[in-house]
């Protein structure tokens, strides 16, 4: 039977293709594998995914029972199919912190690091295999390390996250500065998305004193495309907190280049978030987190109530 290769939920960059990386290795050593999508790739994984010649993978809404998979960038139920554990976990590669959950039915591989990017445990662990890798997996991990890292701007940026996109930028023959203001510019347009979309975009729910969070990043060169629609999108909030089941929506507008983060104020809700996480006076409907990348480093272990 086919192993199918997945990540989390509203996939990005590091999520789809390293599910693409991963199938690709499977397959060379001797494991029929397929990746799959757990809903529609953001704006920059779909340009990754055609700059580097690969046809999007089959969206799938949940797993059937025994059915092989490895599991890549999340180790969290929340963020899985809803089957997922009457499914045959074989693996789990992941650089989050573990969440618990999940169950397998035998002993498994476990692998998770303190790397900003999945696709570089990916790359330690092939060993040898890497010297057949070919240029259009190797710039899937070039790709997932310069969206996960923001360019080495994030402060989940490690030395060997680093080291290895050079690497792979100099055997591929690209400017490292060139080809990320090309995936930070698909990653921007998001003109085409409803509120609704970009709310679930990139988010994760997560928990705190009880209260249930859908923590939404959009990432972006132009944070005024996302901040001219404030309005709209701080009211299609509460839909989508009721439609997912969660209490709120935080969303955080990252922008790239300023290295900071605008977060929306819709309610009194928020405002407390924000000044008891961030340590900030909230006065209007927007708060400025100066040096604010990361939702895994910065935003989320921060969160309080």
Known sequence: MTTLVFGHKAPDTDSLGSALVWAWYLNHTGTDAAAQLLGTPNTEAAFVAERWGFELPDIID???????????????????????NN????????????????????PIDITVRPLACTATIMYQLM???????????KGLVLSCILSDTLEFRSPTTTDTDRALAEKLAGELELSIPEYAGEMFAAKSDVSRFSDAELLRMDSKEYAVDGTNFRVSVLETTVPSIVLERKASIMQSMSAVASED?????????????????????????????????????????????????????QIIPALKL
Do not use: Y
């Open 62 to 84: 949940d797993i059937a029972d025994d059915q092989p998979c490895v599991i890549v960038d999340t180790n969290n139920p929340a963020e899985l199919p809803a089957n997922i």
């Open 87 to 106: 499914a045959d976990i074989t693996a789990i590669i992941d650089h989050h912190k573990l969440v618990g959950g999940l169950e397998t039915k035998a």
């Open 245 to 297: 089941k969660v209490d709120q929506v935080l969303l955080f507008v990252v922008d790239i280049l300023n290295e900071e983060a605008t977060l929306l104020i819709p309610n009194d809700l928020t405002k407390t978030v924000a000044e008891k996480s961030f340590d900030v006076s909230v006065s209007g409907d927007q708060v400025v987190l100066p040096g604010v990348m990361s939702r895994k480093k």
């Open 127 to 137: 060993g040898s295999s890497v010297t057949d890798m070919p240029d259009n997996i």
